[in-house]
């Protein structure tokens, strides 16, 4: 099996704990070059926020590069500012089958110290 098959085995399993609560689940895909967060109903039907380093606004809070832990720590930012916005105060950290460290874990401590609880 190749890298991403692997990844996307990791991530059914993690979804399948996930989908035994009823919380919002926020979800995160990165690539090398930019990172990406959407909020989900716990069913996984309609996207709730969405924030990502292609939006101009969260450009505008880093300098430069956007595949790097300062532009996770934006979308962090500002993905639990727009889910204060819709009073979504509690998710489940769905990290995608990606490793728990670098850009995931900044976005995610972002998050949370900007009030999102996970």
């Given amino acids: 099996m190749d890298k991403r098959e692997n990844r996307l085995r990791r991530a059914r399993r ?6 035994l609560g009823d919380r919002p689940r926020l979800t995160i895909f990165r690539t090398s ?12 039907s309609v996207v709730l926020a ?3 380093t292609l939006e101009k ?3 505008d809070a880093i300098d430069g590069a956007t595949g790097n832990v300062d532009a996770a720590k934006a979308v962090g930012t500002e993905i639990a500012k727009r889910c204060a ?19 995931v874990q900044a976005l995610a401590d972002a ?5 999102l609880e996970f």
Avoid: L, M
């Fill in 85 to 103: 916005a819709k009073d979504i105060k509690e998710v489940a950290f769905d990290r995608a089958g990606f490793a728990y460290h670098g850009r």
């Fill in 33 to 44: 070059r930019h990172i990406y967060a959407q909020v989900f109903t716990a069913d996984g």
């Fill in 50 to 52: 969405a924030a990502s």
């Fill in 111 to 115: 998050a949370r110290e900007a009030g």
């Fill in 57 to 59: 606004s969260v450009r």
């Fill in 14 to 19: 993690g979804r399948a704990r996930i989908r």
